[in-house]
């Protein structure tokens, strides 16, 4: 007789993926969170704004969870889906308030899946977001055996007078860096074709220790900077790097002069480039170079904010200024 689980999928492993995370997933939970795991939706409260608006995003992990898949280490890639949600509304000064994930695989591994939410877990409690909802997609046919996406959703919320949308960004602003921990998760078909050797030593460790380090968080340290100094703009650097991502957010008629000698690039981005003779602006317009996340304050505001930015653990430092140009960008 034809059953479910003899066409590849196994609801059993399914209760028991859930069994191993609901306690995680319920810790990351506030008084704001009015219902738990098993509803057909999640609900949460607002709570103290005066008048909010919401913002959200969406975005996965990448190229980066093949690597993640290929040495069986699993605990890093759900930070990473956390983080390149959070830190994109962050750009516009809102705070994750829940977070949903979208887990899809060709038969799942409850310890797999749990060690992945583990990751979201750890980053929602980082940033004190709330981890609410999620959908674990046993998809055979779709997905090979062993393999795995992961995807996820940030809401958060941001008082509307106290949205960040680069409109106050002016002619003699300045640009500062907040250093990345790595590639986070962009580029990562390029790498893989690059280092094609995950087992290899790099500075004392397999390779894949450091491919694998999770993409930063910001958030607490941009709510510090934002305590103490006007943030005029504010930029993730993801795929297409510094190139792409400044002039998101940059006012028409204005564009940023950007010193590359000022930038700190992590030796592994060196290397990479090395190895495959990568052109310069291959790099800048693939990687974020060392670069996670850019912040443009007024000019008077620039020893205060590297002071905040550092008092909050950030490596932080000026890459460049903003000037009237009809170019948006450019790397001197």
């Given at each position: ?22 306690d ?12 738990g ?10 709570g ?6 919401l ?36 750009c ?25 939410v583990?990751?979201?877990?750890k ?36 008082e ?6 680069g ?35 790099w ?5 894949y ?19 103490q ?22 006012p ?15 030796k ?39 002071q ?9 430092y000026?890459i ?13």
């Amino acid at each position: 007789m034809s059953t479910y689980k003899a066409a590849g999928v196994d609801k059993e492993e399914g209760y028991q993926t859930v069994h191993k995370i609901k306690d995680d997933v319920a810790s990351t939970h506030t008084k704001n969170v009015l219902n738990g795991i098993g509803s057909f939706g999640a609900f949460y409260e607002l709570g103290d704004y005066k008048n909010p608006v919401l913002v959200s995003g969406t975005d996965g992990v990448g190229t980066k969870l093949r690597i993640a898949l290929d040495v069986q280490k699993y605990d890093t890639v759900g930070i990473d889906c956390f983080a390149m949600c959070a830190n994109d509304i962050l750009c516009h000064g809102a705070k994750p308030l829940f977070f949903l994930d979208y887990l899809a695989c060709g038969k799942l591994d409850s310890d797999v899946a749990a060690e992945i939410v583990s990751g979201i877990v750890k980053a929602c409690k980082e940033t004190s977001c709330a981890l609410i909802g999620g959908e674990t997609a046993e998809m055979p046919g779709m997905y090979q055996i062993g393999d795995y996406d992961v995807a996820g959703f940030c809401v958060g919320a941001v008082e509307k007078d106290e949205i960040i949308d680069g409109q106050k960004i002016k002619e003699g602003d300045v640009v500062l860096a907040l250093a990345s921990s790595g590639f986070h998760s962009n580029g990562f078909s390029l790498v893989r074709k690059v280092f094609t050797n995950l087992q290899e030593e790099w500075e004392g460790k397999p390779l894949y220790e450091t491919l694998l380090i999770p993409t930063k968080l910001y958030q607490n340290a941009i709510d510090e900077l934002r305590k103490q100094v006007c943030v005029n703009g504010i930029a993730h650097i993801t795929g297409g790097g510094l190139i792409e991502n400044i002039p998101r957010i940059l006012p028409k008629g204005l564009g940023v002069e950007i010193h590359k000698s000022s930038i700190k690039t992590p030796k592994i981005m060196q290397e990479l480039q090395k190895r495959a003779g990568i052109a310069e602006e291959e790099m800048f317009g693939t990687f974020n170079m060392g670069v996670g996340m850019v912040v443009i304050v007024s000019k008077d505001k620039e020893a205060k904010a590297l002071q905040a930015l550092e008092a909050a653990g950030e490596n932080a430092y000026k890459i460049g200024f903003v000037k009237s140009s009809e170019r948006e960008i450019v790397l001197e």
